[in-house]
């Protein structure tokens, strides 16, 4: 059983930063293709960044390049994302995910595992 674990979600001012962070379970971490997800109140759930299992490919949504940073770190179980400049339109649940099988997609559904997200408000 795959649990994820996500905190660092918080309030903050716009230009403000946060980290997130996502732990897990497993001993097969290093395996899985990894994403971070927002959903906003009635909105879908959006892709915001994603890493392939060894790093080697990342994708960022348009409106967070150069601001948003996504990182893993195999030994310790843990997914990263780092915020900075933070706008309103940025706030939201954010999710952390897990794929066994694909790597590096932007498709929700293609994840099989997901967090209980952390809330991340930004306020103008």
């Known amino acids: 059983q795959v649990q994820l674990v996500e905190s660092g979600g918080g309030l903050v001012q716009a230009g403000g930063s946060l980290r997130l962070s996502c732990t897990c379970s497993?001993?097969?971490?290093?395996?899985?293709?990894l994403g971070w997800f927002r959903q906003a109140p009635g909105k879908e759930r959006e892709f915001v960044a994603v890493i392939s299992k060894t790093g080697g490919l990342i994708l960022y949504k348009d409106s967070v390049k150069g601001r948003f940073t996504i990182s893993r770190d195999n030994a310790k179980n843990t997914l990263y994302l780092q915020m900075n400049i933070l706008k309103p339109e940025d706030t939201a649940v954010y999710y952390c995910a897990a794929s066994e099988k694909y790597s590096g997609l932007v498709v929700p559904s293609l994840y099989d595992y997901w967090g209980q997200g952390t809330q991340v408000t930004v306020s103008s």
């Open positions: 497993g001993r097969t971490f290093s395996s899985y293709g």
